[in-house]
């Protein structure tokens, strides 16, 4: 699947099954690893208010929320947007268990999330690439030197490009430099094994003068004066 879509989300609080409600959805598009240019975000109107917890780690308001849509005002260009991508998600459970609850608010014919895109959760992938270590986005963004200065607090459009970047370095892309490749070579082109010619010409040997010679050993002579012992050079056994 070559095209991905990145997506975050915000929310009046941590759980979707008390009635807490998504206020700001924001997304990314990826196409063959490359950056398309199209993305996706809205704030939305809730209606009930949001949680002191929730506002410290976002700062969206009730007030600032008021005059915005309401989900059922951009759910079928939401859907239109993911359909048919591999969603990019950090904690993918909490994104998708509040979209998934925002569509059935809307009726059955909505479907689940699953029902429109595949989903790749970028948690659970970090962990098993740095086991014991901490994996949020923060750490993700020093562990892969991606700049988040911005990010005084959470975004969900400016979350959505972040983790773009680092699922791009983590899985092994190549995220500033083309250096000349397709957009389809993008991240497998760096990775490729090169092969040398059989026929290429041999390389040209290069003769040790007596002097060269003397050098060498008298080189080698004071290195092992300094080891108190003889070292294992090339070819030969370590001893003992």
């Given at each position: 699947?070559?095209?991905?879509?990145?997506?975050?989300t915000e929310t009046t609080g941590m759980e979707a099954d008390k009635g807490h409600r998504i206020i700001e959805v924001g997304a990314v598009e990826v196409d063959r690893r490359r950056y398309t240019g199209r993305q996706f975000h809205y704030y939305l109107n809730p209606d009930r208010e949001v949680d002191a917890g929730a506002y410290e780690v976002h700062g969206l308001g009730s007030e600032f929320l008021a005059d915005k849509p309401r989900f059922e005002a951009i759910a079928a260009e939401l859907l239109d947007f993911l359909r048919g991508a591999e969603l990019i998600i950090h904690n993918a459970p909490f994104d998708v268990g509040f979209l998934d609850a925002e569509f059935a608010r809307l009726g059955p014919e909505w479907g689940r999330v699953t029902d429109h895109a595949a989903i790749f959760d970028t948690?659970?992938?970090a962990r098993q690439r740095h086991p014991g270590q901490?994996?949020?986005?923060?750490?993700?963004?020093?562990?892969?030197?991606?700049?988040?200065?911005n990010r005084d607090l959470h975004g969900a459009l400016l979350d959505a490009e972040i983790l773009a970047d680092v699922y791009l370095a983590m899985?092994?892309?190549?995220?500033?430099?083309?250096l000349?490749?397709?957009a389809e070579e993008g991240g497998e082109a760096a990775n490729a094994i090169r092969r040398l010619p059989a026929d290429r010409p041999a390389l040209?040997?290069?003769?040790?003068?007596?002097?060269?010679?003397?050098a060498h050993t008298e080189r080698l002579a004071a290195l092992e004066a300094a080891?108190?012992?003889r070292p294992p050079w090339p070819g030969e056994e370590p001893a003992g």
């Open positions: 699947m070559t095209r991905q879509v990145v997506l975050d948690l659970p992938y901490r994996n949020s986005l923060d750490a993700l963004c020093g562990r892969y030197g991606i700049d988040n200065s899985t092994g892309g190549q995220t500033a430099l083309s000349g490749e397709s040209p040997g290069i003769a040790v003068s007596t002097e060269e010679r003397s080891a108190g012992s």
